[in-house]
């Protein structure tokens, strides 16, 4: 799984690719995330062999720039949801 952000530096935005919490810099790649970025295929299969990390102080900020809402299922939902359940057969 890849996962993607994007972060204000005093450079201004910067779009990333986290590798063990670690932002990388895309912009060898491209500008920002946006959606058009998204539906290129652009960031399909990044390697992150030729990227730098992102030093000093940031701020996060939306993960896809040009959108007002992301929707989004968490990985744990079956567990989550199991959890729903299983409570509400208790009767707590």
């Known amino acids: 799984m890849q996962q993607f952000g994007r972060i204000l530096t005093e450079d201004g935005v910067v779009p ?10 895309l912009r060898t790649l ?3 995330i946006t ?3 998204i539906a290129s295929g652009a960031l399909a299969d990044v390697d992150t062999a030729h990227l730098s990390a992102v030093d000093g102080s940031v701020t996060y900020l939306a993960p896809i720039d040009g959108i007002r809402q992301v929707a989004a ?3 744990n939902y079956r567990k989550h949801n199991r959890g ?9």
């Open 16 to 25: 990333v690719k986290f590798d063990r919490n670690e932002p990388l810099d």
């Open 30 to 32: 491209v500008s920002d």
């Open 35 to 37: 959606p058009d970025v």
């Open 73 to 75: 299922t968490g990985f």
């Open 84 to 92: 729903i359940q299983h409570e509400s057969a208790c009767g707590t």
